[in-house]
């Protein structure tokens, strides 16, 4: 199993690390700051050098449980190498704030989450929602929350204490990762957002700096897409 590095600290910019597996997709190392597509965050970006060579990685993600660097010709490498990450680190800040950002959005409509996407400067989430918001209102609040640059902090909750807490639950289209019989917790402020989440967050939510727009769409009845552009 890949030691993920990002879960701790996402902030990691740079590592070394040794090659495990060559898969015909791309590589398995034994330790990564890649983070792996999912739960609507794209997989990272970036490259590995190797004496002087330079090896793109273009996207991250798990192939049969497995934590893959896609690579277009993985076989340039072989088992035991060792090699140094550079993460794509404009892409994944900005998934970062986005990420983020999308909690507090989260926190100001409480109704539950059906889908969602992280993009570049932007991201959606899709509410089980039958009134559309005020989106002025709503923009400012964001900004308001942004600016009171609360903390995000990560913890973790036994499997069973989230079965009697289902509530805890806001998004329905992506299960809690359970395995471990540990649940990974995201924390912003006291009491602003709290849910299970796997993905990467900025420390404080002044980093995500603002909102400039919103937008929502329609998506059915009972169904409201909103989507934020940083
Ligand atoms: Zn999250």
Excluded: A
């Amino acid at each position: 199993m890949t030691i993920e590095l990002f879960r701790n600290n996402s902030y990691l910019k740079e590592h070394s690390s040794k090659v495990v597996k060559i898969l015909p997709e791309g590589l398995v190392f034994n330790e990564t700051i890649f983070y792996p597509e999912g739960g609507g965050q794209p997989g990272d970006e970036g490259e590995l050098n190797i004496g002087n060579k330079t090896i793109n990685i273009i996207g991250t993600k798990y192939i049969n449980r497995e934590l893959v660097h896609l690579t277009e010709k993985p076989d340039q490498l072989k088992k035991n190498d060792n090699i140094n990450f550079f993460l794509d680190w404009s892409k994944r800040y900005s998934y970062m704030q986005v990420h983020t950002c999308l909690h507090l959005l989260c926190s100001l409509i409480p109704y539950p989450v059906t889908g969602g996407s992280i993009g570049y400067k932007r991201g959606r989430l899709d509410f089980d929602l039958e009134t559309k918001p005020n989106k002025e209102e709503l923009l400012d609040k964001l900004n308001q929350l942004i600016l009171k640059n609360y903390e995000v902090s990560i913890s973790s909750i036994k499997d069973s204490e989230l079965d009697n807490n289902p509530d805890l639950v806001r998004t329905m289209s992506v299960k809690p990762p359970r395995g471990s019989g540990e649940i990974r917790m995201i924390r912003i402020g006291d009491n602003v957002d709290y849910q299970p989440c796997g993905g990467t967050h900025v420390n404080r939510t002044s980093e995500i700096s603002s909102v400039s727009s919103i937008k929502i769409e329609n998506k059915g009845k009972m169904n409201k897409r909103i989507i934020v552009n940083l």
